[in-house]
């Protein structure tokens, strides 16, 4: 099989090359340089290139993104320019790499991912949503982040279901190697754990010394995260835990 992954040097992204080539698939990964094994040059944000690495793909990986930058116009508007671009007489499935609760978190990033898959559900292209939940080290990095001196603040009431990012990309791959959903599918961890619960798990492991202090935070975008809109309602789980990570 001929499988395109863009965003492929990324977290999600560089595992499921590897799988990808474990398994005997031809795998390119796209990016502005096209650097690397298999590397393909592509420019979400500008178009340039694209047709080219698209060209012959019959299985799209979309994991890239653009948190920290301009994410309307890589995530939305580059997405755009992909489905202009794709071989639609050779592509099988495209799936688009997504996070649980894009359609319920009033975030910013989160708005435009909701956006994204919308333009792909419009784009006629034999398309699946995948929408995973944060990552066991991507919790681990934000947790640090928070820490105060000895304290930990997190907001009170946050429910999260974070997932291995290994078994992430098992997922993502067994997705794009089936049938295209034509809709939405969630995948997240085994167990639903409060910020609070992870932070205390986290602080045990790797920060003794850190007091965590769970906050009462406003606002909706706090609220939709007490209300559970980060955890999948439905969709495959995960079997390792975080409390499995931070031991291994």
Do not use: C, N
């Not at 609760?101 to 435009?112: K, N």
């Not at 105060?148 to 291995?164: F, H, N």
């Not at 003794?208 to 009462?216: E, K, M, N, R, Y």
């Amino acid at each position: 099989m001929d499988v395109l992954v863009t965003g492929g040097t990324g977290r999600l992204g560089s595992r499921v090359v590897d799988q990808l080539q474990g398994a005997g698939h031809h795998v390119r990964q796209m990016s502005r340089r096209g650097t690397g094994p298999g590397g393909v040059r592509g420019d979400l944000a500008t178009g340039r290139d694209l047709p080219m690495a698209l060209a012959g793909a019959e299985v799209v990986v979309h994991a890239a993104s653009d948190a920290r930058g301009d994410y309307w116009q890589t995530d939305v508007a580059g997405t755009r320019r992909l489905v202009q671009a794709v071989d639609r007489e050779r592509l099988r499935h495209l799936v688009y790499v997504s996070i649980v609760g894009v359609d319920r978190i009033p975030y910013g990033y989160y708005h435009a991912k909701f956006a994204t898959e919308q333009v792909l559900l419009a784009s006629g292209l034999p398309v699946t949503l995948l929408r995973i939940t944060q990552f066991h080290d991507f919790v681990d990095e934000l947790l640090g982040t928070a820490r105060r001196g000895p304290v930990l603040p997190v907001p009170m009431g946050w429910r999260t279901q974070p997932v291995d990012v290994g078994e992430a990309a098992a997922h993502t791959v067994e997705v794009a190697l089936g049938a295209p959903a034509g809709d939405v599918v969630e995948f997240g961890g085994p167990e639903e754990l409060t910020a609070a619960e992870l932070a205390r798990a986290w602080a045990a492991a790797r920060e003794p010394g850190a007091h965590v202090v769970a906050t009462p935070v406003p606002g909706r975008l706090s609220s939709a995260f007490r209300d559970g809109a980060a955890v999948p309602s439905g969709g495959a789980r995960g079997r390792r835990t975080y409390g499995e990570h931070l031991s291994g």
